[in-house]
T-cell receptor
């Protein structure tokens, strides 16, 4: 089955620690995205990538970093510079056609210890 | 200014009845797309329906239809014959072409969502 796999489902971060959230897709999509969702809120774009080895900042990129070494993979690192990392993180991918939706993974819930 | 506005934080509907979830948007771009997603309590985002700005007819997908009023910049989701499983958060989103870093990409902006509760 084609889809997007995010891991882990739950993640805990200690003070001063960097943590990395995994996102893998087998939909052969060129574009991939990371969103942050706070309780009761909509999604906000952190980073996006249109092709391998290229990515751009979204609306709330501070304290986060990404890499796109393979088409299938777009990991997100939440650095110690992100002072309020507790949130639900969603990864998505899409093709280039404008009428095609973004497909989402099941998300990772990140909490501070 | 909000790009996407969902004015109903919560809505209630009786099972088997229809419900309309409101969405208004703001853009000066003539080419854009509107999407509705459903987010159950488990957290995954489920695509429901799409409307392009140049589409002449309102989109329909099974029990979902989109009441697209371009002049009013509204794209309301209509769910007919509500089911208990329809209880979830619903998000309206708009896709615009954004130029950044010398390239363009389709950016999706989400509204704040509406929590729908279906009563038996």
């Amino acid at each position: 089955d084609g889809g997007i796999t995010q891991s882990p489902k739950y993640l805990f971060r200690k003070e001063g620690q960097n943590v990395t959230l995994s996102c893998e897709q087998n939909l052969n999509h060129d574009a991939m995205y990371w969103y942050r969702q706070d309780p009761g809120q909509g999604l906000r774009l952190i980073y996006y990538s249109q092709i391998v080895n290229d990515f751009q900042k979204g609306d709330i990129a501070e304290g986060y970093s990404v890499s796109r070494e393979k088409k299938e993979s777009f990991p997100l690192t939440v650095t110690s510079a992100q002072k309020n990392p507790t949130a639900f993180y969603l990864c998505a991918s899409s093709s280039w056609e404008s009428n095609q939706p973004q497909h989402f993974g099941d998300g990772t819930r990140l909490s501070i210890l | 200014a909000q790009k996407i506005t969902q004015t109903q934080p919560g809505m209630f509907v009786q099972e088997k009845e229809a419900v309309t979830l409101d969405c208004t948007y703001d853009t000066s771009d003539p080419s854009y797309g509107l999407f509705w997603y459903k987010q159950p309590s488990s957290g995954e985002m489920i695509f429901l329906i799409y409307q392009g700005s140049y589409d002449q007819q309102n989109a329909t997908e099974g029990r979902y239809s989109l009441n697209f009023q371009k002049a009013r910049k509204s794209a309301n989701l209509v769910i007919s014959a509500s089911q208990l499983g329809d209880s979830a958060m619903y998000f309206c989103a708009m896709r615009e072409l954004i130029n950044a870093g010398g390239t363009s990409y389709g950016k999706l902006t989400f509204g704040q969502g509406t929590i729908l509760t279906v009563h038996p």
